[in-house]
């Protein structure tokens, strides 16, 4: 009788009627709808080491706990996401440095690396400095970690409630906070010891690896088969699930490259002088993560003085966003001639035309064929976005990341626009141009390793200032706490 004594009044606290004036705890305010939300670090930490396969994230909803799409997506410790390759070829494995062993024996060689490191050092395991090395020994690929990301859409947030009200006493409360304005909502990672309940049935986006496909609930992306960088299709989908036609006309790679060495001759690439290859990839129910490669070549051959690019995409219901390490063999000044400049963006259908672009400087730039002074005379520099909205009310929003390290040697792309049906830009699948990207000297790429991006995001319905919603999404962040019980 007395065991039962204990559970019975944890029983009765549970589910007896809420006394009359007790506080209820916050309901969720927050109203930001279109932002994922990812969650890496300390406000995780009591949960490091628990199997990833027994947790479950949960959102109060009408006073009850229910499952939320989510996903965990794991880190080695030098931060890239722990992606199973398929069958790689011997040539890309060479141009990409990519060692043909599994996850676990990465870790393996990471750790016998490391353990040289600490012998040199007159060091033991226990007095690694800092947590990531400490992670060469420790890292499990199926346990939580200090810089997995946990994944979810913050619409799907909910309420507070109290500790003593959660299914099981292992967790932690996650606090999502609008810097803009204050307003809170809630999540609950959950550690089940067994038994776990079933996740969410929910997935946001699919993934067709042999199609190379993104169907997601706020359009679909397709590239062209065998060539991963090569966008093709655009759609955005309505509130009722119906897609809307096709606006893209194909993404476009232009370069123009007039090498020292070759005494200044320009060489001309496009998107098919580009190779790819995608080496491995994720499917999640919030996101997709695609790693790709790519680099230039010409009769068959790498150009060594072009930078190479290894991209993680990553892939939301409503956009997405990515991260690159570009790495450029030599300073482009020191073998390449004036008069070189890169240019990449998208063309689109002529089904596209009446749709509106705009920039922090460039107001309502009109695609229809034909360009007045007033477009010609578009502002280039210093346009970090680009806003464009369709007939159908579709509206996109793209925008650059750079390393620090470029934005101080002035190596930032210029906003670039041509609007003229008159005029072909092979190869394409409509002709005319009705393009909207970027350009830049080519002669500014500096030596070295560095991180660049973009963001895509797309919406529907949209009305002036809506921009602003997702502009917030990189320049205003949700902030994301482990509050105090």
């Not at 010409?298 to 150009?303: P, T, V």
């Not at 997405?320 to 400049?341: E, M």
């Not at 890169?342 to 229809?368: H, I, P, Y």
Request: charged share 25%.
């Amino acid at each position: 009788m007395r065991r039962l004594l204990p559970i019975t009044l944890l029983l009765a606290a549970l589910f007896a009627p809420r006394a009359a004036g007790a506080e209820e705890p916050p309901a969720k305010t927050l109203g930001r709808q279109l932002d994922p939300v990812v969650v890496v670090g300390n406000p995780l930490r009591a949960l490091w080491g628990r199997k990833i396969t027994q947790l479950r994230l949960f959102a109060l909803r009408n006073g009850r706990f229910e499952p939320i799409p989510y996903q965990i997506d794991k880190k080695n410790p030098e931060g890239e996401f722990l992606l199973e390759t398929g069958e790689v070829p011997e040539y890309v494995r060479k141009e990409v440095g990519l060692q043909g062993f599994s996850e676990s024996r990465k870790r393996a060689l990471r750790i016998q690396e490391f353990e040289k490191k600490q012998q040199k050092k007159k060091l033991n395991p226990q007095a690694a400095a800092s947590e990531r090395e400490w992670a060469y020994f420790n890292e499990q690929m199926e346990e939580l970690d200090y810089n997995d990301q946990l994944v979810f859409m913050a619409r799907d947030a909910g309420g507070r409630t109290p500790y003593t009200r959660w299914p099981t006493t292992d967790g932690v409360e996650l606090e999502i906070t609008d810097p803009t304005n204050g307003a809170k909502a809630w999540v609950y990672l959950l550690h089940f010891l067994k038994d776990p309940p079933p996740p969410s049935p929910e997935d946001y986006i699919r993934y067709d690896s042999k199609a190379d496909r993104i169907d997601a609930r706020l359009g679909v992306l397709d590239f062209a088969d065998g060539k991963p960088m090569i966008l093709e299709t655009v759609s955005g989908r309505l509130p009722d699930g119906t897609s809307t036609p096709n606006f893209l006309d194909r993404f476009k790679l232009r370069v123009r490259v007039l090498p020292i060495p070759l005494a200044c001759v320009p060489l001309f690439f496009d998107e098919n002088n580009a190779r790819a290859f995608t080496i491995g990839y994720k499917d999640g129910p919030v996101r997709v993560i695609r790693r790709t490669v790519f680099w230039l070549v010409i009769g068959g051959l790498k150009l060594p003085f072009v930078p190479r690019i290894t991209m993680n995409f990553l892939f939301y219901e409503n956009g997405l966003a990515t991260d690159a390490r570009f790495k450029s063999p030599v300073d482009a000044s020191y073998v390449i001639c004036p008069g070189s400049y890169f240019r990449a963006g998208l063309d689109l259908r002529k089904s596209a035309l009446g749709a509106k672009v705009f920039t922090k400087d460039n107001q309502e730039l009109l695609f229809d064929g034909k360009m007045p002074e007033k477009e010609k005379k578009f502002i280039g520099s210093g346009q970090h976005w680009i806003a464009g909205v369709l007939p159908d009310g579709t509206a996109l929003l793209s925008r650059m990341r750079y390393d620090p390290q470029l934005i101080r040697k002035g190596v930032i792309p210029d906003f670039y626009f041509l609007d003229d049906s008159s005029k072909n830009d092979t190869p394409e699948a409509e002709p005319g141009q009705h393009f909207i990207g970027y350009e830049m000297d080519v002669r500014k790429f500096p030596k070295g390793t560095y991180q660049i991006g973009f963001q895509v995001y797309v919406t529907q319905s949209f009305r002036p200032g809506q921009e602003q919603e997702l502009l917030r999404i990189d320049d205003a962040p949700l902030k994301v706490t482990r509050p105090l019980p």
